[in-house]
């Protein structure tokens, strides 16, 4: 972690204390750095307001707040250049939603920061259809639902959800989005295009597949073509700390969390929703310095903390891909369980519970299943299931608990292992009891 994260935690910390929130400071190794940021801008989704002050407008208020925060602590650079929002900005683009959700902007927003707002086909216009499209340009004096920014020289492209019946995207859309293209390499085809638009390109970051269903494809082809991409959608509510959720191919798509709650897919399961998953709310703050890397900085909101950090070497060089699935795989190294770790064995009405420490990572990256295997006397396998860890958070449990629920009278043994987000196992934490 960089030198200059220490002060996005001390401005984390002089923030949330304005509000009387509790806050434990990360220990920081401190490192020299020559990152320093040109520009700066916050990258969120899935606000989903309902209405004005309710819950989700709070969030997206502090969330703004809190980027401001980190960009007036930073002595080399403190302006928070852009505020981007990926799309379902409202629940169902009813008007009065838009204008609460314009409000809660409003309210906090500095007349020096560019807001990039796109709304998508979900919830955006569900229930207005192509009046949610007029009214959001009337409401944001927009001449066009599909945009292109300028901030510092950097180019910032929205595509919101077309004019065509029964479609998210048209071809239009398509036509517009490499001209669009075509003018930001003309400019500088060495920096990185910020592309976003609320789906996920299929088959990039976590929750793209066809399987998971938060996948489009529409532009891809597209944007298989320009390396300089970077681009930034939600859809999902998958956790932005997963490192699944940054990707690198033939260009670069991130995941954005969601300021709702999240969500996941665990093998064959899809939207599973974990025990406190509404209170998990998760946005980035994006720099980039003058060597055009890019510093992504995942934000617990709920926790009030630094959830995680990426440096990308300039992506408009397609030499520079270092978080490519298999790069990753590749670095994905075996969880442990510490030397004197035990499992203990509950009982209780005659059912049976597992209580094990958590694994440590060895490779940086989260734990992000752990499995449990049960086998009677004669070692056959009886059970197995998995139990899916707090990794999204920015805090995680020290303990997990695996049910196992009524077993007949016996003899059994039980193995858990500590899984990564690319499958690699740690060894067996075992135990034996009787039942």
């Known amino acids: 972690m960089l030198k200059t994260i220490i002060s996005i935690y001390l401005a984390i910390i002089t923030f949330f204390g304005s509000f009387g929130a509790s806050f434990m400071k990360p220990e920081v190794p401190v490192e020299e750095s020559d990152f320093v940021p040109v520009l700066r801008f916050m990258a969120a989704s899935d606000t989903h307001v309902k209405a004005a002050n309710d819950e989700q407008s709070r969030r997206l208020q502090k969330a703004i707040k809190m980027s401001y925060a980190i960009a007036d602590a930073d002595k080399n650079y403190n302006k928070l250049d852009g505020i981007l929002i990926a799309g379902d900005t409202t629940d169902d683009g009813l008007q009065s939603q838009r204008c609460a959700f314009k409000s809660a902007v409003d309210s906090v927003i500095r007349p020096e920061t560019q807001f990039m707002p796109l709304i998508a086909q ?48 048209a071809d239009y859309q398509r036509e517009w989005l490499k001209e669009q293209l075509e003018e930001a390499v003309a400019d500088d085809p060495n920096k990185p295009i910020f592309v976003s638009h609320h789906e996920h390109v299929d088959n990039t970051v976590y929750g793209s597949s066809d399987f998971e ?21 939600g859809h999902s509510h998958y956790p932005l700390s997963d490192p699944r959720s940054v990707w690198q191919g033939d260009f670069t798509a991130i995941g954005t969390g969601a300021l709702y709650y999240v969500e996941l897919t665990v093998e064959d399961v899809r939207t599973v929703h974990p025990e406190g998953y509404k209170d998990e709310v998760q946005f980035w703050v994006v720099e980039v310095d003058a060597n055009n890397r890019i510093r992504l900085i995942g934000i617990d909101l709920t926790e009030e903390k630094v959830l995680c950090e990426y440096i990308l070497d300039n992506p408009a060089d397609p030499a520079n891909r270092e978080y490519t699935p298999e790069k990753q795989a590749a670095r994905s190294k075996a969880p442990v369980f510490d030397e004197n770790a035990e499992i203990e064995v509950k009982k209780s009405f005659g059912k049976v519970s597992l209580v094990a420490p958590a694994a440590k990572s060895t490779d940086g990256m989260p ?29 995680v449990s020290p303990t ?10 016996g003899n059994y043994t039980a193995k858990i292992v500590a899984e990564t987000a690319y499958g690699v196992q740690s060894a067996p934490l075992e135990v034996s009891f009787s039942k």
């Open 122 to 169: 979900a919830h955006d216009g569900g229930t207005y259809d192509y009046k949610s499209l007029d009214y959001f340009k009337e409401l944001h004096e927009l001449e066009s639902s599909d945009n292109h920014y300028v901030l510092n020289g950097y180019h910032f492209i929205t595509i919101s959800r077309a004019y065509v019946d029964g479609v998210r995207y």
């Open 213 to 233: 269903g938060w996948d489009d494809a529409f532009f891809k082809d597209i944007f298989m073509e320009y390396p300089q991409i970077v681009h930034f959608s």
């Open 367 to 395: 734990i992000t299943l752990y499995r449990v295997f049960l086998y009677d006397s004669d070692g056959n396998e009886i059970k197995k299931d998995w139990v899916l860890p707090d990794y999204y958070s920015a805090t």
């Open 400 to 409: 997990n608990t695996f049910s196992l629920g009524n077993l007949a009278k």
